[in-house]
Nanobody, 121 residues
Framework: QVQLVESGGGLVQPGGSLRLSCAAS????????MSWYRQAPGKQRELVAS???????EYPDAVRGRFTIDRDDAKRTVQLQMTSLKPEDTAVYYC???????????????WGQGTQVTVSS
């Protein structure tokens, strides 16, 4: 069974940094786009970073220049380095990836369970 598991969330002061990691487990033969989303209380889930199989990255204006996404296909991980964090970055952060499970041979979008990031003094 293919799963995504995030780690690295926590409490950080404004201006601080955090690094989130997401590991894919299970049997799959390919990975396309990998992304990070976040959802704050009372708000819709929003994209914060994505990286394609060719390592093309995209960021919304709210995080561009502060967040960096990277992937390691050999280790089957995707990371999100967050710097200059602001209280408005507080949210549950979710890993997202398009994977090709060996069993189904169909591209499928997977989500992690989420990790809490709180930016507060």
């Amino acid at each position: 069974q293919v799963q995504l598991v995030e780690s690295g969330g926590g409490l950080v002061q404004p201006g601080g940094s955090l690094r989130l990691s997401c590991a894919a487990s299970g049997t799959f033969v390919g990975a396309r786009d990998m992304s990070w989303y976040r959802q704050a209380p009372g708000k819709q889930r929003e994209l914060v970073a994505s990286i394609s199989i060719l390592r093309r990255t995209e960021y919304p204006d709210a995080v561009r220049g502060r967040f960096t996404i990277d992937r390691d296909d050999a280790k089957r991980t995707v990371q999100l380095q967050m710097t200059s964090l602001k209280p408005e970055d507080t949210a549950v952060y979710y890993c997202n990836a398009d994977l090709l499970p060996t069993m189904t041979q169909r591209w499928t979008t997977y989500w992690g369970q989420g990790t809490q990031v709180t930016v507060s003094s």
